[in-house]
């Protein structure tokens, strides 16, 4: 079992930026890559980037890809998801998950965290 703690979400105006994490807890968190979603009102969970157990390999959804930067401090079983220029399309529920493998299938993931908001402002 893996407990996933997200924080740092908050109400932010477009072009600034954020940073999110991403805190686990339970089995070792070296052993899993680590994924970010983000769910908007009406609409499906979507991918938005994820991280390998080494750390060594990310990848990032289209839309945030320029924007958004993935790591992961295994000394602090952390990993954070820094978000600039934010847009008001980045408004959502952020999750963090963890897996075997990074990917961008939601069901490979095993244990997600409760989310954290959000918002920014045009």
């Known amino acids: 079992q893996v407990q996933l703690v997200e924080s740092g979400g908050g109400l932010v105006q477009a072009g600034g930026s954020l940073r999110l994490s991403c805190a686990a807890s339970?089995?070792?968190?070296?052993?899993?890559?680590v994924g970010w979603f983000r769910q908007a009102p009406g609409k499906e969970r979507e991918y938005v980037a994820d991280?390998?157990?080494?750390?060594?390999?990310?990848d990032y959804a289209e839309s945030v890809k320029g924007r958004f930067t993935i790591s992961r401090d295994s000394t602090k079983n952390t990993v954070y998801l820094q978000m600039n220029s934010l847009k008001p399309e980045d408004t959502a529920v952020y999750y963090c998950?963890?897996?075997?493998?990074?990917?961008?299938?939601?069901?490979?993931?095993?244990?997600w965290g409760q989310g954290t908001q959000v918002t920014v402002s045009s």
């Open positions: 991280i390998s157990r080494s750390g060594k390999i990310t």
């Open positions: 998950a963890v897996g075997a493998i990074g990917t961008y299938d939601p069901q490979q993931y095993l244990y």
């Open positions: 339970g089995r070792t968190f070296s052993n899993y890559a």
